[in-house]
């Protein structure tokens, strides 16, 4: 069975290291359920750039928007209290190119 690759979605710029804390948990769970592949590009981005940096922060984007546009993602998923501007950002590339966006948190849900 071919698993999907999920793209999660979550708010950091409040609090990096906390979030960057339950992206963990979140990847981890889902690891462990073993029904897809959570993928957090940004993670990576986050403990090399710094996201109080405006410059640095558009790098960190653009990274996560070329991996959307080479097809690497197969949905997106969001988590968290709420949507943040960067998680518009990337409902925006998802819905542009027609990847499925679902909300997994009640902070999170689309009209």
Wanted: charged content about 25%; cysteine-free.
């Amino acid at each position: 069975m071919k698993k999907k690759i999920v793209y999660l979605a979550h708010p950091v710029s409040k609090d990096v290291s906390g979030n960057l804390k339950k992206l963990e948990g979140i990847y981890r769970q889902l690891s462990l359920e073993n029904e897809v592949i959570p993928f957090i590009p940004y993670y990576a981005t986050l403990m090399s750039l710094q996201d109080s940096e405006p410059a640095e922060r558009e790098i960190g984007f653009s990274h996560n928007e070329a991996i959307f546009r080479r097809g690497l993602v197969d949905e997106v998923w969001l988590y968290g209290d709420f949507i943040s501007r960067g998680m518009e950002i990337e409902i925006g590339w998802a819905n542009e190119l027609g990847i499925d966006v679902v909300s997994k948190s009640d902070g999170t849900i689309l009209w």
